[in-house]
């Protein structure tokens, strides 16, 4: 098994829902997660994490409002949900596991990432 594999990409309507999802093996699975995302021609950005003993997220402000990460610690899987999906939001999706969540130097902490999942949005 892949240390950390996403799942649910494919093709979202602009003003939908984008749910992704990242299993992540039991010793791949740490107390904070991440999301981040990349579009061609663009750098990788830090979409939000989790610290999972608490549940508590972070997001950066251009996400805020848009934005749910949550998590099953049973089945060490990460979740990432996007509203009201914009054409600026395709791209290969990834998860990540981190050393912290609780600053903004979080995108900067990455230990493991996922292989990707593509996302396209359709107008």
């Known amino acids: 098994q892949a240390p950390l594999m996403e799942s649910g990409g494919g093709s979202v309507k602009a003003g939908g829902s984008l749910k992704l999802s990242c299993k992540a093996s039991?010793?791949?699975?740490?107390?904070?997660m991440g999301w981040f995302r990349q579009v061609p021609g663009k750098g990788r950005e830090g979409v939000g994490c989790?610290?999972?003993?608490?549940?508590?997220?972070f997001y950066p402000d251009s996400m805020k409002g848009r934005v749910t990460i949550s998590h099953d610690n049973a089945e060490t899987t990460v979740l990432l949900q996007i509203n009201s999906v914009k054409p600026e939001d395709a791209g290969m999706y990834s998860c990540?596991?981190?050393?912290?969540?609780?600053?903004?130097?979080?995108?900067?902490?990455?230990?493991?990432w996922g292989q990707g999942t593509q996302v396209t949005v359709s107008s």
């Open positions: 039991r010793n791949a699975y740490r107390d904070s």
């Open positions: 990540a596991s981190l050393y912290d969540c609780y600053s903004d130097s979080w995108s900067d902490t990455v230990v493991d």
């Open positions: 989790i610290y999972t003993p608490e549940g508590r997220t």
